[in-house]
């Protein structure tokens, strides 16, 4: 192995990469759609009442609840509660990256990016766990901090396979290069027929 690749622990503070971002556009999409149709109307009722009509019957009949209405009516505090609830979400959405489905990978240069889907992560342990000599049938999970993996053994001490497989799992996982490498759990079960 050459010394230009990047190992598990090596120390790369300077390029340290993050998931990405998501583009959000679907909230970013519904949002932008109901104030759009709501300033669209109510610029409209604004202009209609600038030319010397009467302002629309939506906008009195809404003028009038707002100040009839006591603060502590249940449409009130339920039109409050659902929109205070829009507004945590959206601002969780705003303030976090997303795309937890991606595993950010290391760099080797500054402003280069790259990530691996979790389930691409799993194929390549799933195949590193099925070349252990008594395996016959692996599955395996990967979360952001943890590698779940199961193991069927056919033959051999199954302790023995637990620890070749553990080893192949950890190897694996660092040739993957993972900023945060996850922790790797393996379970095996003895399978006589």
Do not use: N, Y
């Not at 979360?143 to 190897?171: E, G, W």
């Amino acid at each position: 192995m050459s010394s230009s690749k990047l190992k598990a622990g090596d120390d790369d503070r300077g390029h340290r990469a993050h998931r990405p971002w998501s583009a959000r556009r679907i909230p970013a999409a519904l949002v932008a759609s109901v104030v759009l149709v709501a300033a669209g109307a109510a610029l409209i009722d604004v202009v209609a009442v600038r030319a010397g009509r009467p302002a629309a019957a939506w906008r009195r009949h809404l003028a009038d609840e707002l100040a009839t209405r006591p603060v502590d009516d249940i449409w009130m505090l339920t039109g409050g509660s659902v929109a205070a609830a829009v507004g945590i979400w959206l601002l969780v959405l705003a303030l976090t990256p997303g795309l937890r489905h991606w595993l950010p990978l290391r760099s080797p240069a500054p402003g280069l990016r790259a990530c691996l889907d979790r389930d691409g992560a799993a194929d390549v342990l799933r195949d590193a766990a099925m070349r252990v000599p008594g395996v016959s049938k692996a599955r395996v999970r990967v979360r952001r901090h943890r590698v779940k993996a199961r193991a069927d053994v056919r033959f051999r001490d199954p302790h023995q396979v637990k620890d070749d497989l553990t080893a192949a799992l950890d190897h694996e996982r660092d040739q993957l290069a993972l900023v945060r490498p996850p922790h790797i759990v393996v379970r095996v079960r003895q399978r006589t027929h």
